[in-house]
């Protein structure tokens, strides 16, 4: 598609079914950081990598030892691991070249989602969450668990009463919790409707921001360039935060607004300092059906926010804007939706059914010919040209060149790489990991063909030859002289050097005759004479698979 007379106007989402991918029974999907590279966990343990510009496998990562569903996958920053957690408890690090399993650590109990620390190249430390259980950090090469709080301690009253994750929704109870866009911070939802600021490395609490109403929060996701928070509560309803806190030095920003509020009680400082930290941007809801959400999350630039309906039998995938209308409603198959993923630079979405298939949506483009040629219109019927009178005037060259506003002298640099604008942290991207090498399958080999090529012509030689051809001549000789002359008669006597039954006719009696005679006497070194060069001749013929027949046998002797 020319991108030159497409109307700038249309809204860059989603809109229709491309086609589908399928292989297994799919469960959740991720893309690497460039939508270059799509990967999907299936219900038997495999991890699957798709080529996203050609649709093809270009890589399958399985353990024998593991043949559960695949809960989640990640990518990590630069695109070389890949973080696969399962339903029977474990968490597999791969690397994505060499096919490699990296490290494996099994959790007590099973986790719903693990990612990868945002920033390092090669991360080792990943954010785990488990069912019925507060979120954990693991070090994923010594498999040392650091468990996050999940509550506030009140130290008046003393500990807190523990959480009661007691979902209305029916859904497997959790404690979502995400890392900040450069892995210095935890961001945590927990039961009791507050989304807490974690440092995980000191595993303190450092602010605390409550919602409105109190309700379980089920969903919480960063936009890629940090700066807003998603979150999905119990109460239907999709809020998105405004993160005020300096995407570089957020933990010190943190330290700095603790030193000045040190005069208020430690829940009255959290508090004030999460009103300080998230501010309350937007809230998007169904007020129609009121349905509950799922897999919400936001574009690559994060100018959409999506939603697919948690309610079972429909594929409907909701897309609004920052400014909280919505745009559009895509209504798939009749297929329960459990996954949902947006490319990181096109207006394409991927889903994933209950079925176990991915579907893609992407843009209806309309082509707009006025944005190519402003002087350009579309007719709807035909209509008589009417010639201008100065249309077709001939007008001298020296008007028509003008003086190019380029410096020709000017060099251009072609070793730069410019940053990628789709990625806000691109200095490094020479480093990433974008496609998977293919490697070829071998043809078959041609020599087997050949030669069971070489045995059919045998066959068909040996069927269509008379009975003493081929093994028939030995030395010169037309007639085994040690055979028996019943074997002679035999109709089916069975050849054993190549396996395969000929038909001989009866000899004739002259034939006998010459045999008996030749058994009495030893045979005698004959002279060079025009039968023997005949035999001679004939052997030759033989070996270049010249059938022979029989009476010319019959004749020489």
Request: proline share 6%.
């Amino acid at each position: 598609m020319n991108s030159a007379i497409i109307d700038p106007l249309q809204g860059d989402f989603p809109e229709v079914i491309e086609e589908y991918l399928e292989h297994g029974v799919m469960k959740c999907v991720a893309f690497n950081r460039r939508g270059t590279l799509l990967a999907a966990g299936c219900s038997n343990g495999t991890c699957v990598i798709w080529d996203f510009e050609t649709r093809g496998i270009a890589k399958e990562l399985r353990d024998k030892d593991c043949s559960n569903a695949i809960t989640s996958v990640c990518w990590s920053k630069y695109g070389h691991r890949i973080l696969v957690s399962s339903a029977d408890k474990a968490l597999i690090l791969w690397d994505v070249a060499t096919g490699e399993k990296i490290a494996q650590t099994v959790l007590e109990k099973t986790p719903l989602h693990a990612r990868l620390h945002p920033s390092s190249p090669t991360p080792s430390l990943c954010l785990a969450c488990p069912v019925y259980s507060a979120p954990l950090i693991v070090d994923l090469l010594t498999g040392k668990t650091t468990v996050l709080p999940a509550s506030v301690v009140v130290e008046g009253d003393g500990v807190s009463a523990p959480m009661r994750n007691k979902v209305p929704d029916d859904s497997a109870p959790q404690t979502p919790a995400c890392f900040n866009m450069h892995g210095d911070l935890v961001y945590l939802g927990n039961s009791k409707g507050e989304i807490l600021i974690i440092d995980h490395s000191s595993v303190q609490v450092r602010a605390v921001i409550p919602i409105t109403g109190g309700a379980v929060i089920k969903n919480i996701v960063f936009c890629r360039n940090g700066r807003y928070l998603l979150t999905n509560s119990s109460d239907r309803t999709i809020r998105v935060y405004e993160n005020l806190l300096p995407p570089k030095g957020g933990l010190k920003a943190l330290d700095e607004m603790c030193v000045v509020l040190n005069g208020l009680n430690e829940v009255e400082k959290l508090k004030a300092i999460g009103s300080k930290s998230l501010v309350l941007f937007r809230e998007f809801q169904d007020s129609v059906t009121r349905i509950h959400w799922k897999a919400p999350g936001f574009s690559g630039d994060g100018d959409w926010v999506i939603g697919g309906s948690a309610s079972k039998g429909e594929h409907k995938i909701y897309i609004w804007d920052r400014a909280g209308h919505l745009v559009k409603i895509l209504e798939g198959p009749k297929e329960a939706l459990i996954d949902l993923a947006w490319h990181p630079v096109r207006p394409i979405v991927i889903s994933v059914s209950l079925t176990g298939l991915v579907y893609i949506w992407a843009k209806d483009y309309t082509e707009n010919w006025s944005a190519f040629a402003p002087d350009f219109k579309e007719l709807e019927e035909n209509e008589e040209y009417v010639e201008r009178e100065d249309e077709f005037d001939i007008v001298p060259e020296t008007e028509k060149v003008k003086d190019s506003e380029v410096n020709q002298d000017e060099e251009v640099d072609i070793l730069t790489a410019e940053n990628d604008s789709s990625c806000s942290d691109s200095e490094s991207s020479h480093k990433e990991l974008l496609f998977l090498p293919v490697f070829p399958c071998p043809d078959v080999p041609e020599q087997q063909d050949k030669r069971s090529g070489n045995s059919v012509k045998m066959v068909d030689n040996n069927n269509s030859a008379s009975p003493l051809s081929g093994e028939a001549l030995i030395n010169g000789h037309a007639m085994n002289l040690e055979s028996s002359p019943i074997e002679g008669i035999d109709n089916s006597a069975e050849d054993t050097n190549g396996g395969r039954v000929k038909r001989r006719r009866k000899p004739s009696e002259k034939i006998l005759d010459m045999q008996a005679e030749m058994v009495k006497k030893p045979v005698k070194k004959a002279k060079p004479s025009g039968k023997a060069s005949k035999s001679k001749n004939k052997s030759a013929d033989e070996e270049n698979d010249v059938p022979l027949d029989l009476d010319e046998v019959s004749d020489d002797y």
